[in-house]
């Protein structure tokens, strides 16, 4: 196996035991996409024709407000996957933009792969069921912060869950994330470095 297939196999791994053959075959269902830093992977009226798995690099996945403001609903990183699972399984448009932050490789699995691969090898249903139930935990946790946390509470759990992230990220992207103005997060940022 190639050492650039490690990382998503890993990944897998975690939650399924997959013999070498099968290792194989889920890498041959997969498609090597780059994206350079500012390119788009995704944009609104999409329809999402891949879930994604980060290799290397950094994207964020946010939409846009009727003034054109943008929202960031997460930044991903290596061994992490996105991409719009709700477009991806009903082929309605997105809502979302997904953008490299970083010159970013990921790999893609295309909507008939991924049935085929359900076909193939069934244990896969189980990987992605878990996938996808983290990801809807992660997102109520999220939702939850944004209602009962003060934006310096938000800001330092975001600092604290994802020290990986927080310093490859601008401030302006992060003032996006934690749904405040770049100028309270710069604020913000200075008061907790001071304590």
């Avoid at 997460?74 to 996105?82: G, I, L, P, S």
């Avoid at 601008?170 to 103005?181: N, S």
């Amino acid at each position: 196996m190639e050492h650039s297939h490690q990382l998503i196999i890993d990944n897998v791994s975690r939650f399924i035991d997959l013999t070498e053959l099968e290792k194989q075959k889920y890498i041959s269902l997969l498609t090597d996409i780059k994206v350079k830093k500012k390119g788009f992977l995704m944009q609104a009226g999409d329809i999402a024709t891949y879930e994604y798995f980060i290799k290397k690099g950094c994207l964020k996945v946010y939409t846009l407000d009727e003034g054109g403001a943008p929202h960031i609903s997460m930044f991903a990183v290596e061994d992490y996957w996105t991409g719009d699972m709700a477009s991806f399984m009903t082929k309605e448009p997105t809502r979302y933009f997904i953008k490299a932050t970083e010159d970013s490789e990921l790999l893609g699995i295309s909507r008939a792969n991924y049935d085929l691969l359900f076909q193939e090898i069934p244990k896969f249903e189980r990987f992605y069921r878990i996938l996808y139930q983290r990801s809807l935990i992660s997102y109520i946790r999220r939702s939850n912060h944004g209602i009962s946390l003060t934006a310096e509470e938000r800001y330092i759990a975001f600092k604290t869950k994802y020290p990986n992230i927080i310093n490859r990220v601008t401030q302006k992207d992060l003032a996006a994330y934690i749904g405040i103005t770049p100028e309270f997060m710069s604020k913000i940022i200075s008061k907790v470095n001071r304590i």
